[in-house]
T-cell receptor
Framework: DTEVTQTPKHLVMGMTNKKSLKCEQH?????MYWYKQKAKKPPELMFV???????INESVPSRFSPECPNSSLLNLHLHALQPEDSALYLC?????????FGSGTRLTVV | AQKVTQAQTEISVVEKEDVTLDCVYE???????LFWYKQPPSGELVFLIR??????QNEISGRYSWNFQKSTSSFNFTITASQVVDSAVYFC?????????????FGKGTSLLVTP
């Protein structure tokens, strides 16, 4: 299995909702990442997990809460988001030898 | 500070023209990796090429070629005989240990439009 699977593909949520994005890989990669991409912008790094531990948090607001339950799974818990958080959220795994990206979750906050 | 600079925001060419997308990077690490990705309107990131800092060989893959020059910290991408299907945003990216633990650091991207 050489894919990173992200669910859901699309999500519309209200500002008071709580939702979670999921990411799964079975390539044995021990580093996993969350990126946020706004329209016409590059992907911006949010979090890095290395060996299931959070190693980098790029000053992301606390309304985004990452979780790595095991080496294959990465979650992003969302709570009290703002409309400006609407974006494509990409998950990736790998290291300098190569990265695999999921197809992303397109999030709309209303 | 911007680690990867793609100075060309948008490029428009007519089909069959050659086009070069520029990428300049900045790093203090001796071991690092450079990548090019294509992002069509559908949104998925399509991997094109990876180069490590110890391999300066240029590469050709069909109509695509890459010129890696450490002396100028550049990793440029040329599409020969462009086609409409090449229309997309192209990102150059750097992976280094530095402060980002080998996370990919993307340039701002170059939007390429190829018209018939």
């Amino acid at each position: 299995d050489t894919e990173v699977t992200q669910t859901p593909k699309h999500l519309v949520m209200g500002m008071t909702n709580k939702k979670s994005l999921k990411c799964e890989q079975h390539m044995g990669h021990r580093a996993m990442y969350w990126y946020k991409q706004k329209a016409k912008k590059p992907p911006e790094l949010m979090f890095v997990y290395s060996y299931e531990k959070l190693s980098i948090n790029e000053s992301v607001p606390s309304r985004f809460s990452p979780e790595c339950p095991n080496s294959s799974l990465l979650n992003l818990h969302l709570h009290a988001l703002q409309p400006e958080d609407s974006a494509l959220y990409l998950c990736a795994s790998g290291r300098g030898y190569g990265y695999t990206f999921g197809s992303g979750t397109r999030l709309t906050v209303v | 500070a911007q680690k990867v600079t793609q100075a060309q925001t948008e490029i428009s060419v007519v089909e069959k023209e050659d086009v070069t997308l520029d990428c300049v990077y900045e790093t203090r690490d001796t071991t690092y990796y450079l990548f090019w990705y294509k992002q069509p309107p559908s949104g998925e990131l399509v991997f094109l090429i990876r180069r490590n800092s110890f391999d300066e060989q240029n590469e050709i893959s069909g109509r695509y070629s890459w010129n890696f020059q450490k002396s100028t910290s550049s990793f440029n991408f040329t599409i020969t005989a462009s086609q409409v299907v090449d229309s997309a945003v192209y990102f150059c990216a750097l992976s280094e240990l530095g402060n980002s633990g080998y996370a990919l650091n993307f340039g701002k991207g170059t939007s390429l439009l190829v018209t018939p």
